[in-house]
């Protein structure tokens, strides 16, 4: 499937949960399939936290260049783009197209960089609901994401409860624990403490704080894992013949981490990165109804279907448990998968026959 | 009558059930479709939660041995464990938590006290294997067989008063030394005293 992105960009100003104004903005997006006569085939995926717009398809000058949920949408796949008008889309404060911190300030004409205001969930779902009026969508039959791209399905059912008919809610929690959010602030601080960051004016001088993008990559990729995938995958294989009593890589883990922080920092942008670890830590739609939860979703109309994974320890099942929990004090149509498969966080990205026979199942269920 | 029928007699029209163990969601669907009783159901097996969202019915995937906990307080008119109840470890604990969500609860099981176990147990001097029972004892998932009898003495002990029973055997009901000829017990129980 050859796909090309697209932009779509709003002159009407974006005020955001933090008080400030975005002017103006962009979106950058993809879409697979056709959008019936009726509009009613829509569906919007979110992505997570390193993800983009280019959930499926390839380029036609980049076939390599593989979506990063082709396995999950495309033709004859789970989320069947022969039935489905799905729409790809790249989160505001993002750096793969949308406006972000490496776009420019229209009030300068310099790049943002850390004069981009902290954008939230929420505000990520007021940007996409634009984006949906753009492309005349009033109602969308499904909005679908894992981890974070789940905090925005589940915001969606929140923030525009008419304009979903199925929220689907992948290793997902509803709050960060504080857990998590530490070892947000250990991957903030790695960045922020680079001598190469200069508060957030890298771009400048010239230069990027790859180191600290490289560790707060590693401390991510940690909690992507469980336990036993990683023994699994990496065990205590060596890297060199015998240990070599210094600080070069000895362990496969070490080349493991090394590399993916290498190619992390070579693409992604830091204030971004600081942005988007902050959304994270910030979402709890039960804040406002003193942590009640089910008091939060009161005003949900969608039907949920919540799925995790029981070797995830960075959003554990009893966290998807409790938005179940909400959910059915409400009375929701809703089905709750656990799955027990054993690769940790990163699951939700993995083909699972039985995550991915339930995904195909319930898209087939739901009416055009 | 079916089991399927019995149930579904027993469960007024747009009451809120919840199935637990409730396999590919064949009793809910029918609930839906001949009461228009809403409800979810409970089930472990990947297989048969798969089927369920195939049919379009309510599936949680949890373990009934770790409780009802997601489930509020009298939520449910009706709480039904269809031929469930042996293959669970700790019934007691399992029947107070139906009767704490839901305001009734429907429990059928195959009654081990039917002639033909009886007569298996008895005579052939091997545990029963027969059609409600088609395990052999080293490969079942059933671990706690009942009859009739020790079924009411548990309702007695647990203060849940039998409102209703039906007793099976080839989809036939039986009336007469129901603990001996019926193969299939189905009862509906409620916690409130007479």
Not at chain 2, 83 to 107: K, S, Y
């Amino acid at each position: 499937m050859i796909v090309t992105p697209q932009k779509a960009r709003f002159s009407e100003p974006l005020k955001l949960t933090g008080g400030a104004v975005l002017p103006e903005f962009e979106i950058a997006y993809e879409t697979y399939g056709e959008l019936n006569a009726a509009r009613s085939n829509a569906v919007l995926v979110c992505h997570a936290l390193n993800a983009s717009h280019h959930v499926a398809g390839s380029y036609a000058d980049d076939p390599e260049n593989l979506g990063w949920w082709d396995n999950m949408v495309g033709p004859g796949k789970p989320l069947d783009t022969n039935r489905f008008f799905v729409i790809g889309n790249n989160y505001i404060g993002s750096c793969f197209g949308s406006t972000g911190p490496t776009s420019t300030n229209p009030a300068t004409g310099k790049p943002w960089g850390a004069d981009f205001p902290v954008v939230t969930v929420e505000d990520w779902v007021a940007a996409q609901a634009r984006l949906a009026d753009h492309l005349g969508i009033e109602r969308f039959a499904a909005v679908m994401g894992g981890s974070l791209g789940a905090m925005q399905a589940l915001q969606w059912a929140l923030s525009h409860p008419q304009r979903v008919r199925h929220s689907i809610v992948i290793a997902a929690t509803p709050r960060l624990s504080a857990q998590n959010i530490a070892f947000n602030e250990v991957a903030r601080q790695a960045i922020m403490t680079d001598p190469d960051f200069h508060g957030g004016h890298y771009y400048e001088k010239g230069v990027v704080p790859r180191r600290g993008l490289r560790i707060a990559r590693m401390i991510g990729h940690i909690t992507y894992l469980s336990d036993d995938a990683m023994m699994e995958k990496f065990g205590r294989v060596l890297r060199r013949v015998t240990p070599g009593f210094d600080f070069d890589v000895d362990f496969e883990i070490e080349s493991y981490l090394r590399h993916q922080g290498d190619k992390f920092s070579s693409y992604f942008d830091a204030n971004t990165y600081l942005r988007i670890t902050k959304a994270l830590d910030y979402y709890d739609p039960a804040a406002d109804f003193g942590g009640d939860l089910s008091a939060a979703f009161a005003r949900a109309q969608a039907d949920f279907l919540v799925v995790s994974f029981t070797s995830d320890w960075r959003f554990a099942s009893s966290r998807s448990r409790q938005i179940v929990r909400a959910l059915l004090d409400n009375r929701r149509v809703l089905s709750y998968l656990e799955i027990d498969a054993p690769q940790g966080h990163d699951a939700f990205l993995l083909d699972d026959a039985r995550y991915f026979g339930a995904l195909r199942a319930y898209f087939g269920n739901i009416a055009l | 009558m079916t089991e399927l029928e019995t149930i579904a007699r027993w469960v007024s029209p747009g009451a809120r059930v919840l199935d637990l163990g409730c396999g590919d969601g064949t009793l809910l669907k029918h609930l839906w479709q001949t009461r228009q009783a809403p409800g979810y159901g409970v089930e472990i097996d990947d297989a048969k939660v798969l089927e369920c969202i195939r049919n379009d019915v309510n599936v949680l995937q949890m373990d009934l041995e770790d409780g009802l906990s997601v489930f509020q307080d009298g939520s449910f008119q009706c709480v039904i464990l269809s031929e469930t109840l042996q293959a669970i470890h700790r019934q007691e604990p399992l029947l107070r938590e139906m009767l704490r969500v839901g305001r009734e609860a429907i429990v059928s099981f195959p009654n081990f006290g039917y002639w033909r176990a009886r007569i298996q147990i008895a005579l052939g001097g091997h545990m029963p294997v027969s059609k409600e029972l088609p395990y052999q004892w080293y490969d079942t998932p059933n671990v706690h067989h009942c009859t009739l009898v020790d079924f009411e003495a548990l309702c007695a002990k647990l203060g849940l008063r039998v409102l209703e029973r039906v007793v099976l055997r080839d989809g036939h009901p039986v009336g007469v030394l129901p603990n001996l000829l019926g193969s299939l017990a189905i009862y509906r129980v409620s916690a409130q005293p007479r």
